[in-house]
């Protein structure tokens, strides 16, 4: 019997899997699909020759996370690769915004829009490089980040307080317009903001779009060596090498629950695996609270508060195997990894207004990813490995454009919507489609079935806005891994911080199984919250939080 078993062996299990293992569990990892990784998985089924990522490809959460950092991953074969850019965002009209491997570079573009520009972004760097390793401390540790948090709101104090505080949780809209005089610097925070769901006039899209900026101001957007997929095979070795194990083809169908325990998991084909200490499950919250674990088990105001958790938005995502490199009108594109297209910020206010109403952006907004710009081992020398992604709703109502596109996502549908984004790209590069050598559509029904997290093709776990991030992800509560069934722990994305490849969920996860805190989970809620950090003594003083909290 094992001291775990982990549901999942996406990259936030296999991060929790490692980190019990250090600690001298027993761990095996139950993974559905016939190969470990979750959304990070590489093939090469568009042609034998390219390599092409099948979800996400940029790590820059990865690369500035020290979870991910402290468990040495080099050691176990994996390694960084950076475009010459990190991303730009070119225009109809010839320009293009970059934000570079150095700042001198980012300063350089920004100031080519409106002199001025580019010291307006050495100023957000200079109150970046001056809160990072507290902000970052405080993002990826347990909620609330008491420590790291007191050290933030101390360097806030001298660096703008509450106007800095102000800036953060504005719309990127507003937060661009107030910082730059001209749409490059603009144009780079609201690109970023939109690899979440969040549309530019968004409240606190201004602040994610500025940490995703200066995560890749930092550390770039690097990508593993040969494939995203080596950055799960590190994981793996590593796990191996310290007595655990990966079991693929495993779909758990049930967290079994005696006496208000987790105690074990049932898998679809009947088995069960015990687990001494401790279930971790890398899935989706509706997955795990309305599909494994049965509703007598868990609070009526739990299963209320699941009807309100929201997804963030549908994705279509097509790669490309091209015969040569993208003929971007900006040259400057084609040093970039990434690149955004929409024609300005109003474009970007369109599209997210068309997903807002329920219906298929006629101009999408894509995220265009260069990966052998990236990494020359994805495809032959004078090709390249290329890939977009772009968001639809859930539920469509409807088809801003010509093509009647109903949300059914059957193969003509999902041929429509690749064409359309191409038609995008060809906005941006023509002749662009003369250089496809081969293409594959990733539909929202088919990314679920290919990772069933993955929900309709959501690739965050639930929706980034503020209304369910902090102590309001995935529910109502503190924000923690702890659940309302003991010795069950929440390590997906759908927990704090939330999306992106960084380990924290699965690292909180275990270190919540580690020292067993908290049994019986999170029932009460906002209350809960206010009462664990409003402790008061006999005295009526207020009573410090514990370290561990």
């Known amino acids: 019997m094992p001291d775990a078993v982990v549901i999942g062996a996406g990259p936030n299990g296999l991060v929790a899997a490692n980190l019990l293992a250090d600690a001298g569990w027993s761990v095996v990892v139950l993974e559905e699909q016939p190969e470990p990784g979750g959304a990070v998985r590489h093939d090469r089924g568009v042609d034998p020759d390219f390599v092409h990522d099948l979800f996400s490809a940029f790590y820059p959460l990865a690369a500035a996370s020290p979870i991910v950092e402290g468990l040495r991953l080099d050691r176990y074969g994996l390694r960084w690769r950076q475009a010459p850019r990190v991303v730009a965002h070119p225009l109809t009209d010839g320009r293009c915004a970059v934000l570079g491997r150095t700042l001198p570079q980012t300063v350089t573009s920004l100031e080519g829009f409106a002199e001025g520009d580019g010291e307006s972004w050495r100023e957000l760097h200079r109150i970046w490089d001056r809160l990072r390793p507290d902000l970052l401390d405080a993002l990826f540790t347990p909620f609330p980040p008491v420590k790291a948090g007191a050290r933030l709101a101390m360097k806030l104090r001298g660096t703008g307080g509450l106007r800095l505080a102000r800036s953060l949780v504005l719309p990127v809209r507003r937060l661009g317009e107030e910082e730059f005089q001209e749409e490059g610097g603009r144009l780079l925070l609201a690109g970023n903001a939109l690899h979440a769901d969040l549309p530019p006039e968004a409240a606190g899209s201004g602040g994610f779009g500025w940490l995703m900026a200066m995560l890749g101001q930092t550390y770039g957007f690097p990508v593993p060596e040969g494939g995203a997929g080596q950055l799960t095979a590190a994981l793996v070795r590593r796990l191996e090498e310290r007595g655990g194990a990966v079991r693929c083809g495993q779909r758990v169908v049930e967290v079994v629950v005696r006496q208000g325990t987790a105690v074990a998991v049932r898998t679809a084909t009947g088995d069960t695996v015990d687990a001494r200490r401790a279930v971790l499950a890398d899935v989706s919250v509706p997955a795990l609270y309305g599909e494994l674990v049965a509703p007598e088990h868990l609070p009526a105001q739990l299963l209320d508060d699941l009807k309100r958790f929201q997804w963030d938005f549908g994705t279509v995502k097509v790669d490309w195997a091209l015969d040569g490199p993208v003929p971007w009108s900006s040259p400057e594109a084609g040093l970039a990894g990434t690149v955004h297209l929409a024609d300005g910020l ?87 489609r003369d250089r496809i050598r081969a293409r594959r559509i990733l539909s929202p ?105």
């Open 445 to 549: 029904p088919t990314l679920q079935a290919m990772d069933a997290n993955l929900r309709d093709g959501a690739i965050n776990g639930g929706t980034t806005a503020m209304h369910q991030q902090l102590f309001f992800r995935p529910l109502p509560g503190t924000g923690r891994p702890e659940t309302a069934v003991r010795r069950l722990f929440l390590a997906s994305a759908a927990a704090h911080p939330g999306g992106g490849v960084h380990g924290a969920p699965g690292a909180n996860a275990a270190r919540a199984a580690l020292h067993g805190r908290l049994p019986g989970g999170l029932p009460g809620g906002m209350a809960r919250v206010q009462r664990l950090l409003t402790r008061r003594d006999r005295t009526g003083e207020p009573k410090p939080v514990p370290d561990e909290w």
């Open 346 to 432: 109003d474009e970007l206010t369109r599209f997210a207004a068309q997903l807002a109403m329920g219906r298929i952006p006629d101009r999408p907004f894509c995220v265009l990813g260069q990966m052998t710009t990236a990494d020359p081992t994805r495809s032959p020398v004078g090709t390249e490995s290329a890939w977009a992604y772009t968001h639809v709703p859930h539920e469509v109502r409807g088809d801003a454009g010509e093509e009647g596109i109903t949300g059914a996502w059957d193969d003509d549908e999902a041929r429509r919507m690749a064409d359309r984004m191409e038609r995008q790209v060809e906005r941006f590069a023509p002749g662009f």
